[in-house]
């Protein structure tokens, strides 16, 4: 069964940092992209990084982008994202994601993990 | 970024009902297009990728159409289990946008 489980959150105050991981099972971990996803409370879903399968390819979406980032060791099956200077705004659940497609590192996600809550509050 | 505009944003309907919601791009994704279900307190669950093909274990009253900017996901036959926050969602890139959401709700 291909599984995914975030760990890592938590309460940081403003300007703080945290390092999210995604431990991912039943599958080959390194043949497949990961990407990051976000849900603050109430709202809707936002992409926030993707890493391609071999970890040298790397995205972000223009809210994080030298802010976060995104690596994974294909050798442990874990993603990781880096979060530095952190923002009340950053305050969101977090979720990795598989992401399966026609072309590499474009695509669908699936499966998803259960995410990982991070608030940033003083 | 491609914009994705869902609507509507809510939708009350009852059980039987046929349901239709639509996503809209700002410029053309081909059928790079899929659609998820969340329910409150857990993740995002795929129903329909490439905009029409449905993915294994979804129930068949669940289909999706569309290509270029304009797309719809439709509900044959709503079920209890339906009742949702349903979302779409582009990649014809890299960098990959959602729609708003369309929460269903009991009428």
């Known amino acids: 069964e291909v599984n995914l489980w975030e760990s890592g959150g938590g309460l940081v105050q403003p300007g703080g940092s945290l390092r999210l991981s995604c431990a991912a099972s039943g599958f080959t971990f390194s043949t497949y992209a990961m990407s990051w996803v976000r849900q603050a409370p109430g709202k809707g879903l936002e992409w926030v990084s993707g890493?391609?399968?071999?970890?040298?390819?790397?995205y972000y979406a223009d809210s994080v982008k030298g802010q976060f980032t995104i690596s994974r060791d294909n050798s442990r099956s874990t993603l990781y994202l880096q979060m530095n200077s952190l923002r009340a705004e950053d305050t969101a659940i977090y979720y990795c994601?598989?992401?399966?497609?026609?072309?590499?590192?474009?695509?669908?996600?699936?499966?998803w993990g259960q995410g990982t809550l991070v608030t940033v509050s003083s | 970024d491609i914009q994705m505009t869902q609507s509507p944003s809510t939708l009350s309907a009852s059980v039987g009902d046929r349901v239709t919601i639509t996503c809209r791009a700002s410029q053309s994704i081909s059928s790079w297009l899929a659609w998820y279900q969340q329910k409150p307190g857990k993740a995002p669950n795929l129903l329909i990728y490439d905009a029409s093909s449905l993915e294994s274990g979804v129930p068949s009253r669940f289909s999706g159409s569309g290509s270029g900017t304009e797309f719809t996901l439709t509900i044959s036959s709503l079920q209890p289990d339906d009742f949702a926050t349903y979302y779409c969602?582009?990649?014809?890139?890299?960098?990959?946008?959602f729609g708003g959401g369309t929460k269903v709700e009991i009428k």
């Open positions: 969602q582009q990649y014809n890139s890299y960098w990959t946008t």
């Open positions: 890493v391609s399968g071999s970890g040298i390819n790397t």
């Open positions: 994601a598989r992401v399966t497609g026609a072309a590499p590192g474009i695509g669908w996600f699936d499966p």
